[in-house]
T-cell receptor, first 116, second 115 residues
Framework: SAVISQKPSRDICQRGTSLTIQCQVDSQVTMMFWYRQQPGQSLTLIATANQGSEATYESGFVIDKFPISRPNLTFSTLTVSNMSPEDSSIYLC?????????????FGPGTRLTVL | AQTVTQSQPEMSVQEAETVTLSCTYDTSESDYYLFWYKQPPSRQMILVIRQEAYKQQNATENRFSVNFQKAAKSFSLKISDSQLGDAAMYFCAYRSANRDDKIIFGKGTRLHILP
């Protein structure tokens, strides 16, 4: 199994500012993902964080708005840039070991972001 | 593209009773995985149960079991002897057997447990 921690657990930010969320996994995993969960909604994949290369973004999400870093196999950051109230959501980090399709995918506790 | 549909936004069940949450999915693939995740108020996503599409036998995990109907593309979750701690959002999810593929989540069902 994998234990995922995220920092901060919550934050309240002003419009126009940026927030960087950190994700740390306690074991080496090859796949890391960032999800957004808007209030009362399901999880939507933002991007897959790739080590040593640019993240792979899903439709509707762009690097300028959600820059992602992944300097090693256990750590990734997601930045929410130039925030607006519409960015108020829970942001979840997730990881999975590559190799077997049956490998379980684990989730962090999420970061609750409120933009005023 | 694959889709996952949960048609019950909310459900309630009396403590100690049995409840079934519905899920249907659409895919043209023959090999895939289906999951039920639980998200309690703590926000921590927890894997409840997993089903491999190539297995005919329904998966079970203690009080949790699924009814997997591959031809009908249906994957319901049955919770027996419901407990107060089962109160949460439950998400049905799909992932292709392509090992690098992403998980697709349904919209979720909020389960209330009545004491």
């Amino acid at each position: 199994s994998a234990v995922i921690s995220q920092k901060p657990s919550r934050d309240i930010c002003q419009r126009g500012t940026s927030l960087t969320i950190q994700c740390q996994v306690d074991s080496q995993v090859t796949m890391m993902f960032w999800y957004r969960q808007q209030p009362g909604q399901s999880l939507t994949l933002i991007a897959t964080a790739n080590q040593g290369s640019e993240a792979t973004y899903e439709s509707g999400f762009v690097i300028d708005k959600f820059p992602i870093s992944r300097p090693n196999l256990t750590f990734s950051t997601l930045t929410v840039s130039n925030m607006s109230p519409e960015d108020s959501s829970i942001y979840l980090c997730s990881s999975r070991r590559k190799g077997l399709a049956s490998n379980e995918q684990f989730f962090g506790p999420g970061t609750r972001l409120t933009v005023l | 593209a694959q889709t996952v549909t949960q048609s019950q936004p909310e459900m309630s069940v009396q403590e100690a009773e049995t409840v079934t949450l519905s899920c249907t999915y659409d895919t043209s693939e023959s090999d895939y995985y289906l999951f039920w995740y639980k998200q309690p108020p703590s926000r921590q996503m927890i894997l409840v149960i997993r089903q491999e599409a190539y297995k005919q036998q329904n998966a079970t995990e203690n009080r949790f079991s699924v009814n997997f109907q591959k031809a009908a593309k249906s994957f319901s979750l049955k919770i027996s002897d419901s407990q107060l701690g089962d109160a949460a959002m439950y998400f049905c999810a799909y992932r292709s057997a392509n090992r690098d593929d992403k998980i697709i989540f349904g919209k979720g069902t909020r389960l209330h447990i009545l004491p």
